[in-house]
């Protein structure tokens, strides 16, 4: 047999691989939408809300937190029931929480509304990793790794710019149930054509929860699990605060337009787009170099960081390449799943890959907060409006100091590793 349905004994069929991995993507995607779409249209949330930057950046922060949180047991569950089961689980859950956020105009609803879709988000992009190595052979899962990262980050596009002028046009609940009626399709579209494998496969055993903790302290245990995590953090966490959040409203407060606020989160999706497969098959290529191809892509997010935050940061010349190499982070951070892939046994990888989104969500979550709560300092003590140039400038430093954090940890884990690594003297 010839052609691209040409298989070898045990090997999946390619097409039936690729269609596996579209739908999942197709879920991913999904999932940013809804992460994505509060943040799209934080001035319109604190217009519909009447709420401070703190407690706007307060409902992201939950949401985020939530994430988060939802990441070691969700870890769990993957390695326990499968990818499908989790991501059906996590659609309907964002589908109530963008239904809840559609409706609601009190504060205490969209609180529920955003930690109903962060804890549905939490297993998404884990449970379509976790499939990779049982579809496609050893040598391209870094590069479709990558590819299903990138692409995924198409759901900020569409947040950024058919759901801005969609809510616009028709209306802050019509926007938020189209999100919600994506979700319902995603859950049905997974229900019917994803599989966690070609061959169905025996479920493990279930186990106590003094077992699933042993497991979860084993897999932290382990020198790679934390460096992928800190890469995780270090590479993501500034490009997820300044795209979720606080992007659009430091841009307008700089005197961009609203649509080339909008515009610049686009930037930075398609710059990872672009540098993404580089790096996927820089990844492939380069097993024992991947902290330094961290390093590098850390340099060239502190620039861009440099070009958005330093004076003269208002011009368009230093706004675009700015967000741009911002935006370089998003693949980057997918390294760390490769980090954790190697290091770790495969009945624990969901949990593995659980620990590395645990790093850079909850950098984004403390770089969300800080931001929102600096600037409502600043503006108390200086007498300045919220969204004072000056005050925001000095705000949005805390994402560069966050990366420098990340990254000193990173290394620190590196140099643990290495040291376990060596024979004892």
Do not use: K
């Amino acid at each position: 047999m010839t052609g691209p349905e040409a298989t070898t004994p045990g090997q999946p069929s390619s097409r039936r691989a690729a269609a596996v991995w579209l739908v999942g993507l197709a879920a991913y995607i999904v999932a940013v939408c809804n992460r994505s779409s509060l943040g799209a249209v934080t001035p319109d949330a604190a217009d519909r809300f009447v709420v401070s930057a703190g407690l706007l950046g307060g409902f992201a922060a939950l949401q985020m937190g939530v994430y988060a949180a939802g990441q070691i047991p969700a870890g769990l569950a993957l390695d326990r029931f499968g990818a499908r089961r989790v991501l059906v689980v996590g659609m309907t859950l964002m589908a109530a929480g963008q239904t809840l956020l559609a409706l609601s105009t009190d504060i205490a609803a969209v609180f529920t509304a955003r930690a109903l879709v962060g804890l549905g988000d939490a297993g998404v992009f884990i449970s379509v990793l976790r499939v990779l190595p049982e579809w496609f052979p050893a040598r391209h899962v870094p590069m479709v790794t990558q590819l299903t990262s990138i692409l995924g980050q198409l759901g900020q596009i569409i947040s950024a710019v058919p759901f801005v002028l969609l809510l616009h046009a028709a209306g802050w609940t019509p926007a938020f149930l189209s999100f919600a009626a994506l979700s319902v399709l995603a859950l049905v579209l997974v229900a019917v054509l994803f599989a966690d494998a070609p061959h169905p496969r025996r479920r493990p055993p279930a186990t106590g929860l003094r077992t699933m903790l042993g497991d979860v302290a084993r897999t932290f245990a382990i020198p790679s699990t934390r460096l992928g995590m800190w890469v995780h953090g270090a590479t993501l966490g500034g490009v997820n605060a300044f795209a979720l959040m606080w992007g659009v409203p430091y841009l307008v407060a700089l005197g961009h337009t609203r649509a080339e606020a909008s515009a610049a989160l686009v930037v930075v999706t398609l710059a990872g787009i672009a540098v993404g497969p580089v790096i996927g098959a820089l990844t492939a290529s380069f097993l024992h170099g991947r902290v330094m191809l961290v390093l590098g892509a850390v340099a060239l997010e502190l620039a861009g960081w440099a070009l958005l935050v330093l004076p003269p940061a208002a011009s368009l010349l230093t706004m675009v390449p700015g967000v741009a190499l911002v935006g370089v982070g998003g693949p980057a951070s997918s390294i760390g799943f490769e980090i954790v892939r190697a290091g770790n046994p495969p009945e624990r990888q969901g949990l593995a890959s659980g620990f590395v989104n645990v790093g850079g969500f909850t950098m984004a979550l403390v770089l969300m907060l800080g931001t929102g709560l600096l600037l409502d300092e600043l503006a108390r003590v200086t007498g300045r409006p919220l969204y004072d140039p000056a005050s925001f400038r000095l705000a949005m430093l805390l994402m560069p100091a966050g990366m420098l954090l990340g990254t000193l940890a990173m290394l620190r884990a590196r140099a643990l590793e290495r040291r376990q690594e060596s024979p004892a003297a």
